[in-house]
């Protein structure tokens, strides 16, 4: 069965899903509000705690012009410079051993997406247990090769890319030692619509790639994550905020904690729920079947009494002839006497 560990936690079909909570820009710049940010994270029993890993300079350059803006349209972030949104958004890197330190200390995985070398290089200085290649990293294969002969888990995000994409960075990972892969779908916008996460695409990504897959899910609400979990995701990424309304720049596509914390326990139990390939009565139903209609004498009667629909009737409990035999006994008469309550079976007609 294809799974992977993470920091000794495994991850795959047999396992409940892993919930990663994405704190990314959230902390609006404040170091003291990524720890608090932590703190709900683990409160809601989330299993991991994600960064990113860059710096202004290391994933864009201080430029202008259409091509280093984002869209006026776009419904987060229109206008707005490639270089000013990520120096709002991005986690100083003096900040990650404090907030790995919090993490670990309550019990959460913590690692992150590194955007160039010199963020593994740091990431691995930290014990990172796992890495993250992001959707528009995706086709940096010699950033996937980096990662991946650090000999830890890694996790790709496929936001945006075609099936030939998808193959070649899976092939990057593998040739660089890549042992343990998992690769989630996601639809790179913000915040996206869940008319356009295409779902019934996780077998195939599973067979396209041999790996565990999972989501990266930028939509509202928690509905999409456990409709993945019915298709087979076994990790579950959401983005988090201690206050959506609060503002922050990944916030409006983020969940709060009271969301994160039912997240973690519908995906568990959508799991549990998809049970076995099978049909059938399940152990819990056992009592169940004791209460099932059937044919019983529902007036006394006396032995040569014509069976009737006024003294047998289809009832519950089981015990009695089953309620279609009614056609066959209708017009019979009794063998014997029968006190109300009494099953019908055959001997008694």
């Given at each position: 069965m294809t799974s992977l560990s993470i920091a000794g936690r495994r991850v795959g079909p047999d396992r409940p899903p892993f919930v990663v909570a994405e704190m990314s820009g959230n902390h609006d710049g404040s170091l003291e509000r990524a720890l608090a940010i932590v703190e709900a994270v683990a409160a809601s029993?989330?299993?991991a705690l994600k960064l990113q890993t860059y710096r202004p300079d290391t994933i864009t350059v201080d430029a202008d012009g259409p091509a280093f803006r984002l869209g006026g349209g776009h419904?987060?972030?229109g206008g707005e410079r490639l270089y000013d949104l990520y120096l709002r958004a991005h986690t100083p890197w003096e900040w990650h051993e404090p907030i790995f330190a919090r993490a670990r200390e309550l019990g959460l995985v913590a690692f992150s997406s590194p955007f160039d070398p010199t963020a593994v290089e740091l990431l691995e200085k930290l014990g990172a247990p796992a890495y993250k290649i992001a959707s528009s990293e995706l086709v940096d294969l010699p950033l996937i090769r980096l990662a991946a002969a650090t000999g830890k888990p890694?996790?790709?995000s496929t936001g945006m890319a075609t099936a030939g994409e998808i193959d070649a960075a899976v092939r990057a990972a593998r040739d660089a030692g890549c042992a343990e892969l998992a690769v989630l779908s996601c639809t790179a916008s913000y915040p996206a619509s869940p008319a356009e996460s295409d779902l019934r695409g996780l077998p195939l990504l599973a067979g396209?790639?041999?790996a565990v897959v999972g989501v990266s899910d930028h939509t509202p609400g928690i509905g999409v994550s456990l409709a993945a979990v019915a298709l087979g995701a076994c990790l579950i990424e959401r983005h988090v905020t201690l206050d959506r309304a609060g503002g922050g720049v990944d916030a409006?596509?983020?969940l709060e904690?009271?969301?994160?914390a039912t997240l973690v326990v519908e995906s568990e139990r959508a799991w549990q729920a998809l049970?076995?390939?099978r049909i059938?009565?399940?152990p819990s139903e056992r009592e169940g079947l004791r209460f099932r209609r059937s044919l019983h004498v529902v007036a006394d009667v006396r032995a040569g009494e014509e069976v009737t629909g006024r003294n047998v009737r289809s009832i519950r409990p089981a015990g009695g002839l089953p309620p279609a035999a009614m056609t066959d006994v209708a017009g019979r008469r009794f063998t014997r006497d029968a006190a109300a309550g009494t099953p019908l079976t055959w001997d008694l007609v």
């Amino acid at each position: 069965m294809t799974s992977l560990s993470i920091a000794g936690r495994r991850v795959g079909p047999d396992r409940p899903p892993f919930v990663v909570a994405e704190m990314s820009g959230n902390h609006d710049g404040s170091l003291e509000r990524a720890l608090a940010i932590v703190e709900a994270v683990a409160a809601s029993g989330a299993h991991a705690l994600k960064l990113q890993t860059y710096r202004p300079d290391t994933i864009t350059v201080d430029a202008d012009g259409p091509a280093f803006r984002l869209g006026g349209g776009h419904e987060l972030w229109g206008g707005e410079r490639l270089y000013d949104l990520y120096l709002r958004a991005h986690t100083p890197w003096e900040w990650h051993e404090p907030i790995f330190a919090r993490a670990r200390e309550l019990g959460l995985v913590a690692f992150s997406s590194p955007f160039d070398p010199t963020a593994v290089e740091l990431l691995e200085k930290l014990g990172a247990p796992a890495y993250k290649i992001a959707s528009s990293e995706l086709v940096d294969l010699p950033l996937i090769r980096l990662a991946a002969a650090t000999g830890k888990p890694l996790i790709l995000s496929t936001g945006m890319a075609t099936a030939g994409e998808i193959d070649a960075a899976v092939r990057a990972a593998r040739d660089a030692g890549c042992a343990e892969l998992a690769v989630l779908s996601c639809t790179a916008s913000y915040p996206a619509s869940p008319a356009e996460s295409d779902l019934r695409g996780l077998p195939l990504l599973a067979g396209l790639t041999g790996a565990v897959v999972g989501v990266s899910d930028h939509t509202p609400g928690i509905g999409v994550s456990l409709a993945a979990v019915a298709l087979g995701a076994c990790l579950i990424e959401r983005h988090v905020t201690l206050d959506r309304a609060g503002g922050g720049v990944d916030a409006a596509f983020s969940l709060e904690p009271a969301e994160l914390a039912t997240l973690v326990v519908e995906s568990e139990r959508a799991w549990q729920a998809l049970g076995e390939a099978r049909i059938g009565p399940s152990p819990s139903e056992r009592e169940g079947l004791r209460f099932r209609r059937s044919l019983h004498v529902v007036a006394d009667v006396r032995a040569g009494e014509e069976v009737t629909g006024r003294n047998v009737r289809s009832i519950r409990p089981a015990g009695g002839l089953p309620p279609a035999a009614m056609t066959d006994v209708a017009g019979r008469r009794f063998t014997r006497d029968a006190a109300a309550g009494t099953p019908l079976t055959w001997d008694l007609v």
